[in-house]
């Protein structure tokens, strides 16, 4: 964690960069390794459902499935003792409405799409995204799912909703998180703020996105031979 601080506290943006072109070599030596792959596959297969029969990708037609919800979650949790591994519970309780909710957050996503990058005014959007995932139980939002895997769902999808993981956020916000949308509020904020400092406010080819960000941050968190 004291290297992702220090990468947080960082002004040079070559270094954020540095540690984001690691991270998939980060993750392949980690417990998450068996457990991210499984989420490239989840990730690829939805991107394929929403191809029309000319090949685009249509968000209308973008959703995740409730196993799909399931790996997610588990490579949220893989390597955290500490917490429940199971996920049958989640995988039954979404069964019905899993395809509705993500479809529909997704489109609440997809709508940003450019703008925060260089305005906070988006922000009632992004959590109305966050909202649609996790406010609720079913039929109204994902069972088992808070603000923090609403955001690794969206942040699939969406380079600018950064995943409220435990080594960004605890860095960003607070050592102790109780993992409410009001944190992850502070949390994008802080993010939005901090590649506004390091690149700007437009959209540059050379600049990380808010997902980038993160996975720099969380690559520094865990890697040996820095």
């Not at 029309?52 to 249509?58: A, L, Q, T």
């Not at 429940?84 to 609440?108: E, V």
Request: aromatic share 10%; proline share 3%; glycine share 6%.
């Amino acid at each position: 964690m004291r290297r992702c601080a220090a990468l947080w506290n960082c002004d040079d943006a070559s270094e954020w960069t540095r540690w984001e072109a690691k991270y998939d070599g980060v993750v392949s030596r980690h417990a998450c390794a068996k457990e991210a792959r499984d989420v490239a596959a989840v990730i690829a297969a939805a991107r394929e459902r929403a191809k029309d029969v000319d090949g685009e990708h249509h968000v209308s037609g973008l959703h995740l499935t409730s196993a799909e919800i399931v790996a997610f979650w588990k490579l949220k949790m893989a390597g955290n003792a500490k917490r429940p591994q199971g996920g049958d519970a989640m995988l039954s309780r979404n069964a019905k409405d899993a395809a509705r909710i993500t479809n529909a957050a997704f489109q609440i996503a997809a709508a940003l799409k450019d703008e925060v990058w260089h305005s906070l005014d988006q922000l009632d959007g992004l959590l109305r995204a966050v909202d649609a995932l996790s406010k609720g139980t079913p039929p109204d939002a994902l069972f088992q799912v808070g603000p923090a895997t609403a955001s690794m769902l969206l942040g699939a999808f969406y380079d600018y909703v950064p995943f409220f993981s435990d080594e960004a956020a605890k860095t960003v916000v607070s050592p102790s998180l109780k993992y409410t949308r009001k944190e992850y509020e502070t949390y994008f904020l802080a993010m939005v703020r901090r590649r506004i400092e390091l690149w700007g406010s437009g959209v540059d080819d050379g600049a990380l996105s808010l997902v980038g960000m993160e996975r720099a941050m969380w690559a520094a968190s865990y890697e040996r031979d820095a």
